[in-house]
């Protein structure tokens, strides 16, 4: 390619966006881990300055006209997917006005703020005010990427997470499942206290010390593949995965009385971390290059955590190995079974973080469906209490009524302008479980390979059918292309029904 043409000018502006997005994303994940609480207000600033430097650069007239005469030049299949999806993320980002943005940072800030305060008062009626200003400007924002994208504008708004999906190809999706779900959870409930009436759920043998829960899970994350050369994992408030592709930052916490709470984390995110280190480091400085949206890269780390981290192969496997790290007291007088009954449980209740694998997906219905109703005008914000305590009691069988801070005001998602992204938790979990049907069709001795410790094949087939193709599809697409068809709840069900009933 011609030093002077566009791509190549595009691929230069790329390589300073990255290096942008370096700094940007080291300098976050110091200020969770090691800053200390007086740099705040500084590191506000710089992280500010970068983001706006990174937004006047990736949004600056030129780019639109590089991408425009790109498109015309003489380019190979891969070269012209990256002008496509670069094209797509210029229009994302320049379709909202400079006026627009700092509206809604203004709105956003001040009732993000009013519900971290009123949320612990159970105060709705203080709060409303601004939550029905926040609606009101996410309706305008969908409306603006609605009229740029030419989708409906609950599409346009879930396009920022998961490009491509559609809630007319998931609300008949996520129907079925939850009609699935409303009969199988209380037959896995009643079950579960059968079978504990018989065999009562035996306590963890704590303490486990800190340091020795740390070699468990840097054990485990090296034995399932992560690179720590281009990686580490350290302690914060709230576990994440961040950093860049050749620098991925993992965090935990820990507590001495359940070392489980954090190694079940420390697989999460490492499933997370590993679709990152995976990706093709040559496109790096290409929109193209980066992970695939908020439900693919949550299917990786639900791939790790639920199909494998808490699965009996995996437990086979790992007992041993959490006795000779956290020593053999901690799982004296144990066997497998009592390890999964402290995994598999299941059980119903009004917070959707604390939910188990087969109640989280009705927790995420109910707000798909309450915030698609606010972003068309179907529901109003202050019908969102008696919306949510139906939808509450019709699916969970639990009641929110004037209790609005285990209800809608349980997340920080709305309050903050989030809309769109909630069906990427459940989607997520649904894909994950879609590609391991898909990898042990490929791969039928997968179950085998996880009861003997060994990742590697399974790694690989996610590299090839996932990590590799990065942005190159749009989610369905690289779904289809993955599993040889469209998104399928029968796989999660199978899978819910195989652990849980079987």
């Known amino acids: ?28 994940v110091d200020e969770a881990v090691m800053m200390p609480s007086g740099g705040g207000e500084k590191r506000a600033d710089a992280m500010s300055m970068l983001a706006g430097m990174y937004h006047e650069m990736a949004t600056a007239p030129e780019v639109g006209d590089w991408l425009a005469a790109a498109a015309e030049e003489p380019l190979d299949d891969m070269q012209q997917a990256a002008i496509r999806e670069q094209a797509r993320v210029y229009t994302n980002m320049t379709c909202l006005s400079a006026d ?23 105060d709705w009626a203080g709060f409303l005010p601004a939550f029905e200003g926040i609606v009101a400007i996410a309706r305008e924002e969908a409306g ?13 708004m879930m396009e920022q997470y998961d490009p491509g999906n559609r809630a007319a190809d998931i609300a008949p999706v996520f129907a079925r499942l939850k009609t699935f779900l409303k009969d199988f959870i209380p037959a896995v409930v009643d079950r579960q206290a059968a079978e504990r009436a018989k065999r009562p759920v035996k306590p963890l043998n704590a303490p486990f010390p800190i340091d020795k829960q740390k070699a468990l899970g840097l054990a485990v994350m090296e034995a399932i593949g992560f690179d720590f050369e281009h990686g580490r994992l350290d ?23 359940d070392f489980l709470s954090s190694l079940m984390g420390i697989i999460h995110e490492t499933g997370h971390g590993l679709y990152e ?18 439900s693919i890269h949550e299917s990786q780390s639900l791939f790790m955590e639920k199909q494998i981290g808490r699965s009996a192969e995996f437990w086979e496997w790992a007992m041993p190995l959490v006795g000779q790290h956290l020593g053999p007291a901690a799982i004296a007088g144990w066997d497998i079974e009592d390890m999964l009954t402290h995994v598999h449980e299941v059980r119903t209740g009004l917070i959707r973080v604390d939910a188990d694998e087969a109640t989280y997906p009705l927790h995420v219905i109910l707000r798909f469906e309450i915030e698609k109703g606010l972003i068309d005008g179907s529901i109003a914000p202050k019908d969102v209490p008696g919306e949510w305590n139906a939808r509450m009691s019709e699916y969970l069988g639990l009641t929110t009524l004037d209790n609005y801070k285990d209800g809608p005001m349980q997340d920080v998602h709305w309050p903050s302008g989030a809309f769109g992204y909630f069906p990427s938790y459940t989607l997520g979990a649904m894909i994950a479980a879609q590609l391991w049907a898909s990898l042990e069709k490929d791969h039928p001795s997968a179950r085998d390979d996880v009861r003997a410790g060994r990742f590697v094949e399974i790694n690989n087939w996610r590299r090839d059918k996932i990590w590799s193709q990065a942005s190159r599809y749009s989610t369905p697409e690289l779904l289809v292309k993955a599993t040889g068809e469209k998104l399928n709840a029968q796989y999660f069900e199978d899978h819910l029904k195989r652990r849980y009933l079987a």
């Open 235 to 257: 302690v914060s408030h709230h576990p994440f995965c961040g950093g860049v592709p050749t620098d991925v930052r993992m965090t935990t916490r820990y507590t001495t009385g």
């Open 144 to 156: 603006l990427r609605s009229a740029a994208l030419g989708l409906e504008p609950y599409d346009a």
């Open 100 to 122: 627009f943005v700092r509206r809604q940072v203004s709105a956003r800030v001040r009732s993000e703020q009013l519900w971290r305060e009123l949320r612990a008062k159970d």
């Open 277 to 294: 280190q995976g990706l093709p480091k040559e496109w790096s400085n290409f929109a193209i290059g980066r992970a695939r949206g908020m």
């Open 1 to 28: 390619m011609a030093p002077n043409s566009a791509f190549a000018k595009l691929a230069e502006l790329g390589k300073k966006l990255e290096a942008l997005e370096h700094a940007q994303s080291m300098l976050s």
